[in-house]
């Protein structure tokens, strides 16, 4: 369990913080010579609309960075996620990573709703376990493994040069030993079996970034897939990486419209992008029915996509008027 007993967000970056966040451009260029100047860890804490809830937060880590000092990651997502979570509601987070989309969706169930996150990076997961303790989150459940189409275990090569658990979360399979990276052996689990072991049965909204192995964790989630028992599904795809695998987005994309599932790509241009960071968007202006899966591998390199049972729309009937 990392440490609990960190300073709290140093004023200076606060303060710095506060600027940044109100520039009409350049803000990640300064976010990043904020990170230049160094700081110690410290507990930082989410925007407001996503509860303020704290998490561990060191500089050195371009997903921390980005929170602490622009208020948002993957703003589109963010938009997104709080028009579909409401109260009593129940998200599954693969691919957790140290938590902001699982902190931020534990303030939109609230108390009576759950939350299940799953994470293959063992540095990762302990921060997360961290960040969930600290918060008191008795709606949370981390699941240290990775999501696979059967019980297995997987060697994952981390992206950084550096095993510090402070810095360069993210693993993904594919490498070689003795390439300088560090490689962890992690168990890997059917989503099914992890998802009945916590006791959910019918999940709202699910949120996958797994790079790569989306198709072996969607293939472990065949029954409740086929039973119509996901609602919605925000899908990170990664065609490099799954191209390396033997697999494709097309294979993703098409396993799940047969399964049931209309698709709505998700809106990634530098553009929106900046307008989500800076403003509130309809949520609806983010989001273009998928009309093919081979000119979404070729115009994106990471896209995203959402997913929703036949019969639902993209958003949740609760729509909020903020968002």
Not at 73 to 94: A, H, R, W
């Amino acid at each position: 369990m990392p440490d609990l007993a960190l300073p709290d967000t140093p004023r200076w970056i606060s303060a710095v913080s506060r600027v940044i966040r109100a520039l009409p451009a350049g803000r990640y260029r300064a976010m990043n010579w904020v990170a230049g100047r160094g700081s110690a860890p410290f507990w930082a804490r989410l925007p407001d609309d996503l509860g303020g809830l704290q998490y561990r937060c060191d500089l050195r880590d371009v997903l921390m960075r980005e929170v602490c000092i622009t208020g948002r990651y993957e703003p589109q997502e963010t938009i997104l996620i709080q028009n579909i979570l409401g109260p009593g509601m129940t998200f599954v987070d693969v691919g957790a990573n140290w938590g902001y989309f699982t902190l931020g969706a534990a303030h939109l169930v609230g108390a009576s709703g759950r939350v299940v996150s799953v994470e293959a990076d063992p540095r990762a997961a302990e921060t997360l376990s961290g960040n969930v303790v600290r918060n008191d989150l008795a709606s949370v459940r981390v699941v240290g493994t990775a999501a696979s189409d059967r019980d297995q275990t997987l060697t994952f090569f981390s992206y950084g040069s550096s095993s510090d658990r402070s810095a360069n979360f993210g693993v993904a399979l594919g490498g070689l030993p003795g390439d300088g990276r560090p490689c962890f052996d992690v168990r890997a689990r059917p989503l099914d079996s992890i998802l009945d072991e916590h006791g959910v049965e019918r999940v709202d909204l699910l949120k996958m970034d797994i790079e790569g192995a989306e198709r072996r964790a969607l293939a472990g989630l065949g029954r409740r897939l086929g039973a119509g028992l996901i609602d919605r599904i925000i899908l990170e795809l990664h065609p490099d990486h799954l191209r390396a695998q033997g697999d494709s987005v097309e294979a993703v994309v098409s396993g799940l419209e047969a399964q049931g599932y209309v698709a709505w790509l998700i809106d990634h241009s530098p553009a929106t992008h900046a307008r989500a960071a800076s403003a509130r968007l309809n949520a609806h202006s983010l989001l273009a029915p998928l009309t093919g899966a081979r000119a979404l591998a070729l115009q994106d390199r990471w896209p995203h996509v959402l997913f929703a049972y036949r019969g639902l729309g993209p958003l949740s009937s609760h729509q909020r008027s903020d968002a």
